[in-house]
């Protein structure tokens, strides 16, 4: 009981233990900006004025546009029946073409992130994470990144504030998105630390500037587009800022203004007087904005970097041996060519194994301010011996989890002679070693595509037990299953199929989501 008490405490501390699919999914997403495995989302806002959409300079941000999405897609929330939040309900064509959702902001995001979501980061999580890494990535505050909202099925009743409407309209329409007056002056000044207000969608707010400089003819916040900092609060209160929404020619939509003077200026003094105010409150605002999600979505616990980090371990069977490969990162530490590093794993018998690991890049997130090393290994395993966990030597320190070591499933697994024919229907026939005595009760692949609202979804297809029942060697056989190409977008995405196993009522699923890298073709 002690023993359990302590290792759950270590567990804590360190995030998570690993492996644990969705957590290792919203980690990578969260963690792996830039460099070695970095997923391509920061090289979007890097640097922070790119607006890949259109030629430069534009006046334009991809920045600005994710974090008036995420605030639009948050924005049909209603604090009192739980319904709308972040949904994502934002990517449907009823809501993008809505007088509220004016501007292409938010087509160009989701088609961006669209394609970022999975089985365990669905599309709301990817715009919750566009908003975080805007701000983290673009001068701003950490942000707290929770994973776990589920993407709507179907558009959201209206609900986004608009500049002509009243201050009264505006405090109500924030009430019912769960904020007070002084958190919506709060959120109102954050969110316009980046963007400004665009002639094409908004022709009487901002006239067209003719402006070599800004050819889209935004009329920016503040004097800092996309970088944040406190100046829409400094600008405003010395009486020097060009915020459309403040100085515009027509006061009616001049909603900034009525905002940052609704209490007299005084939330908007004191952002002005302390940077370090301003940033903790818009850490603490966007925090709770992204986290703001329909009645019964239970969201994870905050994500943080797992200090070290398996990545794509994979077992694969290849005639009579057993291959096991991966990577691990070493958050918060830099290349070192005196640096050693090696594998230790343990096997069913009692053995345990020591190999070398080598260096195979260096990454980074949050605008640099985090290094993280990785480190490949790639080793043969005693097919009958097997693996049940690793832990990692990093010059002579123990890496092993707070003791629980990082366990390796060696159940099932993809074998090499897994393939796929080159004759119309292309069908893909996968090969899983089960090992013997696991006695699995169902075998099926998993295989991750779209619902018609381009949810990410999970399609099933059972794997028998091969009909020659071929003995691979002394601790594995072989079963086999086939999935013919339906023409569906990303039909054999190798990388979408993973193994799962049900065993004495539960599930094993191949290490970390394994999958082969590629089909080759069937001999014929
Ligand atoms: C009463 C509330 C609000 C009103 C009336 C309002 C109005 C506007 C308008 C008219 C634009 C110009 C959009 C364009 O030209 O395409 C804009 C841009 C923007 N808004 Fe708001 N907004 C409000 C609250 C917020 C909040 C709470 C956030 C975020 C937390 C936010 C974030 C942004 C951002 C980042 C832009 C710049 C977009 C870009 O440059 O692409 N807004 N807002
Ligand atoms: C929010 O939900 C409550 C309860 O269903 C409802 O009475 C109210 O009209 C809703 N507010 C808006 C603005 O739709
Ligand atoms: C708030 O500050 C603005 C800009 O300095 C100023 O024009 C306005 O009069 C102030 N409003 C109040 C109520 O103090
Ligand atoms: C990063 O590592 C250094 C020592 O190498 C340590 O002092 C620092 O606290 C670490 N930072 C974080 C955020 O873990
Ligand atoms: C591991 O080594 C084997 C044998 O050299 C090779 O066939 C395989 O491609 C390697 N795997 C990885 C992931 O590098
Ligand atoms: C096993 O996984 C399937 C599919 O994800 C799920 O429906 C089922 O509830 C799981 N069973 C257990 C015991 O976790």
Known sequence: ????????????????????PQLDALESIRFDQDGHRAQGISVFIEPCDLFVFSASPSGRADSADWIRTAYHDMATHNATDGTGGMDASIRFLEEISRPENAGDGFSNTINVFL???????????????????????????????????????EPNAPGVPEPQQDLQSHIDSFARQGFTQTEMIGLVACGHS????EHAPFPDIVPDLNDPTN????????????HFDNNVATEYISGTTQNPLVVGSND??????????????????????????????????????????????????VIKPLPVKPDSVQLVLNGGTLQLSGEVRFWNTTADPNRVVSLLWDDHVGGTHTVAMKASGTASAVAGRYTSAWYAFNSTVDPVAGITSMRFLVDGTLEDQGGVGFAVQDGIFFTKTSCITSQSPRTARFDVAVRNG??????????????????P???????????????LNDAYSLWSGSVVDSGAPGGFTPGAHTIRAEVGGLNITANGGQFLSLLPPCPV
């Open 194 to 197: 980046f963007g400004g207000v």
């Open 438 to 455: 696991l006695n699995p009760t169902r075998l099926v692949l998993e295989q991750e595509l779209r619902d018609n609202v381009n949810r």
């Open 215 to 226: 050819l889209k003819s935004v009329a920016h916040f503040d004097s800092t587009f996309a």
């Open 115 to 153: 394609a970022h979501a999975n089985r365990y980061v669905s599309i709301a999580d990817t715009l919750a994470l566009a908003l975080i890494m805007s701000v983290e990535n673009c001068g701003g505050p950490e942000i707290a990144f929770r994973g776990g909202r589920v993407d709507a099925g």
């Open 457 to 471: 979804i999970v399609v099933t297809t059972e794997i028998s037990s091969s009909t020659q029942s071929v003995a």
């Open 252 to 301: 009616i939509t001049n909603s900034d203004k009525r905002i940052f003077s609704s209490d007299g200026n005084a939330t908007m003094l004191a952002f002005a007087n302390s940077p370090e105010l301003f940033a903790s409150t818009c850490a603490t605002l966007f925090a709770r904005m992204v986290d703001t999600v329909p009645r019964g979505v239970q969201l994870t616990e």
């Open 1 to 20: 009981m002690l023993i359990l008490t302590l290792l759950a405490s270590l567990g804590a501390a360190n995030g998570y233990i690993w492996p644990s």
